[in-house]
Structure formats: structure tokens, C-alpha cells
């Protein structure tokens, strides 16, 4: 099994994000189009935050207009952790780090989805739960 095969490996490094001044549904076709389940949220280059697929749904029970509706509005907002601190930080661990070790901080932060870290604090992707199970099990 590939519970120690390095998570660089189920990061797709040409995912797309957007940005906090995009809707809801261009988010949603986003994540339909590449078959992923979270995007990174950026603002002036910088990531501040994540939407996910829970996010829209929840959002749709309440409010359907996904078209006149800002990622703003509903994503979690967080900052990367580097060397400065940060107030809201994003649940996060470097690429370098194994398949076992990231269902391990995913499952003690309760989340299904980890923004990958690159050198330099750079963030790569956001993975999430299934793409590491695949990971783990193509090994």
C-alpha cells in the first residue's frame, strides 16, 4: 500500500482556484469540469481562503442564486502558515509529508480537504480525502 508514498504525488499542480469576486457558479462548473471537490480561493495572488462542494450545497438549500452569489460570501476564510503568523490559519502540511500522516491531520481537524504547501510556503493544490485513498491504494 502507498500510506508512505509522499502526498506531491495526488496534487495536481495545474488545478484551478478562484478568486473571492467570482460567483458560486463559476465555482461550481469549475469543479465539475475538473472533477474536484474544493478550490483554493485567492485575492490579489494571495490564497485567503477555501470553497468547497459542502459549501455550495449548503449554500443551495437556503439561497439558489448560485449567479448572483460571491465566493466571498460563503468560503472559509484562511491564510497560509509561513514564518509570520496567521490568524486564521488554512489547514495545511507540506508536500513532502506521507498519505498516512495527511488522513491522520484530516481527520484530527475534521476536514476532507488539505492545502499542500510547496517550497517556500507556496501553495500547490488542495487535495482531498479520495485522492489520497487513490493514492494509497495504486501503490
Known sequence: MGFND????????DAPSVTTEDT????????VDHGLTALLVKSGGEVSGVITDTDLQSRM???NDL????????MTSCQLITGQAAKFP???M????????????????????LVIAG???TPMAIVSNMDLFRLALES
Open 94 to 113: 507540506d508536500s513532502g509529508l506521507n498519505v498516512q500522516t495527511a488522513l491522520s491531520i484530516m481527520n484530527k481537524a475534521g476536514m476532507r480537504h
Open 61 to 63: 438549500e437556503t439561497n
Open 24 to 31: 458560486l457558479l463559476q465555482a461550481m462548473q469549475l469543479m
Open 119 to 121: 517550497e517556500d510556503d
Open 67 to 74: 449567479a448572483g452569489t460571491m465566493v466571498l460570501e460563503i
Open 6 to 13: 509522499e502526498v506531491s504525488r495526488a496534487v495536481n499542480r
Open 90 to 92: 488554512c489547514v495545511q
